[in-house]
């Protein structure tokens, strides 16, 4: 991967043979972070066109530490705690408190489990705390 000062683009190219990238990420990123490529000249398995768009992330962080788009580093802890930990937000994106299969059908009842006619349904509910407490006269 070389960056190419005349066209101020990177372009990545694979010895031996004619598929080459470039990326119009900025010198100054030195390509950390999440950047767009355009393939050229690619493998026809990987798309029937010359060439080709994808996003790529290159990245220092750490195991334990979450890749932000701008190329910085946050502990994987604030991953997703509702409070931008990135300068960029995202950390913040793509977060769901729920992952719901794409199968699920709400209007569908589970099946039963075994020879029984009805499915038995455990709930518990932990209170952490009280706000407020209304009496009512």
């Not at 029937?48 to 788009?69: A, I």
């Not at 190329?71 to 793509?94: L, T």
């Amino acid at each position: 991967v070389k960056y190419d000062f005349t066209e101020d683009h990177f372009v990545a190219t694979v010895r031996g043979k004619e598929t080459y990238a470039t990326s119009k990420a900025s010198f100054k990123s030195l390509l950390l972070g999440s950047h767009m490529w355009t393939v050229y000249n690619d493998d026809k398995s990987c798309s029937p066109n010359e060439s080709y768009e994808t996003r790529l992330m290159m990245s220092s962080c750490s195991g334990g530490e979450f890749s932000c788009d701008d190329g910085s580093c946050v502990q994987m802890e604030v991953r997703c705690n509702g409070k931008s930990d990135c300068s960029d937000i995202s950390d913040e994106k793509g977060c769901k408190i729920v992952e719901i299969d794409e199968s699920y059908n709400k209007e569908i009842n589970p099946p039963p489990i075994g020879t029984s006619l009805k499915i038995p349904v455990n709930i518990s509910i932990n209170i952490s705390s009280i706000l407020e407490i209304d009496e009512i006269k």
